[in-house]
């Protein structure tokens, strides 16, 4: 009979220890497998991370815009030899190399809210009609984005009416411009509000660095998309 208690009470002990043992390595198990987890948690992470916005910047800048901007790039051209490069979301639209610029005012127009390329030209300032010209211009919508470059000389048939139209394009520099400086823009049509992105050169025949030409100017960034 006491025998029989104290084998009874053995086991109980042996069982809850044994029992106690098993609950302590299935938390340490758990702990353990809340650890893996989370380090292949922090791989997916990881690995998402790399190579989902891996995207280099368009354009040549320096960073990719943000979602909800453009990028572009604007180099004028160099006196009446080297012709103007209009990029735009990684596009070169107009330059040179692709032989679609011309003197005068090289004009890539966007729209503004999607970036399709409505439309390019140049408006031809040395020998084009000046009706012509404000016909292109006047055309431009609301809502639209312009990145213009100057080529040879912007002002021969740029009259003040066509001036105006930049001014409310958001330029601050166009109604300053004279005989050869060189000029980049960009702004859009429909807000009225001055743009951050134009730079002028002014021709100075003491300072010129080509013969009759100041030098080149070049901006680019982010536009913000019209939403
Ligand atoms: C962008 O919007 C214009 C005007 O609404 C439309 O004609 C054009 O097809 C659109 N482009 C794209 C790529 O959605």
Do not use: W
């Given at each position: 009979m006491r025998l029989r208690d104290l084998l009874y009470g053995a086991t109980v002990i042996i069982v809850t220890l044994l029992v106690w043992r098993i609950s302590v390595n299935s938390f340490h198990i758990q702990e353990r497998a809340r650890d893996i987890q989370r380090i292949f948690s922090v791989h997916e992470i990881s690995r998402v991370s790399t190579t989902t916005p891996a995207a280099s910047p368009k354009c040549k800048l320096s960073k990719v815009c943000p979602i909800d901007h453009f990028a572009f790039q604007i180099t004028s051209g160099a006196a009446d030899v080297v012709g103007p490069q209009i990029c735009f979301e990684g596009k070169i639209v107009m330059s040179g190399v692709i032989n679609n610029v011309g003197p005068g005012i090289n004009m890539v127009v966007v729209n503004?809210?999607?970036?399709?390329?409505?439309k390019f030209s140049y408006?031809?300032?040395?020998?084009?009609?000046p009706e012509d010209i404000l016909a292109f211009l006047k055309?431009?919508?609301?809502g639209m984005i312009v990145l213009v470059a100057s080529f040879d000389?912007?002002?021969?048939?740029?009259?003040d009416e066509m001036r105006e139209i930049f001014d409310a394009l958001g330029s601050t520099m166009i109604k300053s411009i004279k005989h050869r400086d060189s000029w980049v823009f960009a702004g859009g049509a429909g807000t009225n509000e001055k743009s951050p992105f134009e730079k002028v050169a002014v021709s100075d025949p003491t300072s010129n660095i080509y013969e009759g030409w100041p030098e080149v100017v070049e901006i680019g960034g982010c536009f913000p998309r019209k939403i």
């Open positions: 503004g809210e999607n970036g399709t390329v409505e408006l031809n300032m040395l020998i084009g009609k055309d431009i919508k609301p000389d912007v002002t021969t048939k740029l009259t």
